[in-house]
C-alpha cells in the first residue's frame, strides 16, 4: 500500500488567513487591559492604604522621678501620626507646669489593650513607689 505524501508540503507552505486581531493587539483590548491592570492594583493599594489610616488606640504618659508621679491621660483613638500626638502632648504638659523624664505615647490595637497596657504601668511605676496621677487630655483632632 502506498501513501501519497505529495499534499504535505504543499499545505505547510499554504499561507491561512488569520483573524484580523491574532497574533496583533487592537487598541481597545489595550486600553481594556490596562483598565483590568489599573483596577487590580488600585484593589490591591487599598487594604494596604486602610492599614495606613486605620485608628490605634493609644494614652500618653509622662514619668517623673523628682515627683514620684506617673502622669497618664485617658486612652484615645486617632488616626494621626505619633509625631502630632506628642508635639501636643509635650505643649500640654509644658502648659500644664508639669515636669517629667520620661515620655511615651504607647499604640494598642484596641481600647481593652490600651487600657490593659495602662493598668501595668501603673502597677510597674507603683513598684518604684511612683503615684499615678489621671490626666484628663486627649489630642486634639
Known amino acids: 500500500m502506498a501513501i501519497d505524501m505529495g499534499w504535505i508540503p504543499a499545505m505547510c507552505l499554504e499561507k491561512k488567513e488569520r483573524p484580523p486581531s491574532a497574533g496583533r493587539h487592537r487598541p481597545g483590548l489595550r486600553r481594556h487591559r490596562r483598565r483590568r491592570l489599573a483596577l487590580l492594583l488600585v484593589l490591591v493599594a487599598q487594604p494596604l492604604s486602610q492599614a ?12 517623673s522621678d523628682a515627683d514620684r508621679r506617673f502622669y497618664a491621660s485617658q486612652p484615645f483613638a486617632t488616626s494621626k501620626p505619633l509625631e502630632a500626638i506628642e508635639r501636643q502632648w509635650f505643649l500640654w504638659l509644658g502648659r500644664q ?3 517629667f523624664e520620661t515620655t511615651a505615647c504607647p499604640r494598642g490595637s484596641d481600647r481593652t489593650a490600651i487600657e490593659d497596657s495602662m493598668r ?10 511612683k ?8 489630642p486634639e483632632t
Not at 489610616?53 to 514619668?63: K, L
Request: glycine letters at 12%; hydrophobic letters at 35%; aromatic letters at 18%.
Open 120 to 129: 501595668s504601668a501603673a502597677r510597674y511605676n507603683q513598684g518604684f513607689g
Open 97 to 99: 507646669g508639669i515636669r
Open 52 to 63: 495606613a489610616r486605620a485608628t490605634d488606640w493609644r494614652y500618653c504618659y509622662a514619668g
Open 131 to 138: 503615684r499615678t496621677v489621671d490626666l484628663d487630655w486627649t
